[in-house]
């Protein structure tokens, strides 16, 4: 159980066609005081503060320049409740499961908590595909806070640092604030991650992501490590007739590391435009 209301920040650029699904999934059963909800609308060009202002409760607060670490700072600034809950203003988390989020890490030992994954691969090209066979079995998202879209943290867990720095991974930035016993994978709530619809989305994606990451492993000492051989060893070999998609995850991956040597594709949010579209809730549920 948890007392008072459970915080939600969510950091919002142009988010004008996912941030309602959002808010009506978020807010569907909540109960009157339930949660206290902030849009941090950052550099916007399109009508995502208009959105946040139609849901009734939502608070929403402005910055005239894009930025999500600031973005997640003037949200933490504009609540005062724990636990917290991180959402991407592209993930559909439903009342219950941030419920149970929330739960997760009233309890004792447990300072941040995530959803288990799952990958939204349908209608996407041989490629994309391919990569997200090796990717959803991949071992470095075992017990990890990052790539699900939804992050908890209890009060204690939120005194672990000061401000969100100025970095591209903050998923990984807060995985790695906590050790293995500190955090915990919710399996009973899923978050659908849509992946890219193209494979030069998911080329662009993967070189900003990379690019950020290895920024901020070069800077923070605890932030997990890459194991680069991971792939073969942990999902291929045991599983040979993963090879084809294996070959499609290394050369997709090999590419991107060169894309991430390039500074124009490190931008602040790393983002893949092509699988935000308006649509309904699907499947994102407790």
Not at 147 to 172: E, N
Not at 255 to 275: F, K, M, Q
Request: charge should be positive.
């Amino acid at each position: 159980m948890t007392r008072g209301p459970v915080s939600v920040v969510i950091a919002a650029h142009d988010e004008a066609a996912v941030l309602g699904r959002t808010l009506r999934t978020l807010l569907a059963d909540a109960r009157p005081g339930e949660f206290e909800v902030v849009v941090v609308a950052n550099g916007c060009t399109d009508g995502t503060a208009e959105v946040a202002r139609s849901v009734p409760g939502v608070l929403l607060r402005e910055l005239p320049e894009p930025g999500k670490p600031a973005a997640l700072n003037a949200g933490d600034d504009a609540v005062a409740g724990f636990p917290r809950i991180y959402l991407d203003a592209d993930i559909a988390l439903p009342t219950a499961g941030a419920r149970t989020l929330a739960a997760a890490v009233a309890a004792p030992g447990t300072l941040a908590a995530a959803p288990r994954r799952r990958l939204d691969t349908s209608g996407r090209p041989l490629l994309v595909r391919g990569y997200y066979a090796i990717n959803g079995r991949h071992p470095a998202y075992r017990n990890a806070l990052f790539g699900r879209g939804a992050i908890a943290l209890s009060a204690a867990g939120r005194a672990r640092f000061d401000r969100f720095p100025d970095v591209v991974a903050d998923d990984l930035f807060l995985d790695g604030q906590f050790t293995g016993t500190e955090k915990r994978e919710v399996t009973e709530v899923a978050t659908v991650v849509a992946t890219p619809r193209r494979t030069a989305d998911l080329l662009r994606r993967l070189g900003r992501v990379r690019a950020g990451n290895a920024s901020l492993r070069a800077a923070d000492g605890r932030v997990r490590r890459a194991r680069r051989t991971s792939w073969l060893v942990d999902v291929v070999l045991p599983r040979p007739w993963l090879l084809p998609a294996g070959i499609c995850y290394a050369g997709l991956t090999l590419l991107a590391a060169t894309a991430a040597r390039r500074p124009a594709v490190r931008d602040r949010w790393g983002r893949d435009e092509s699988s935000r579209v308006p649509a309904e809730p699907d499947g994102a549920a407790p």
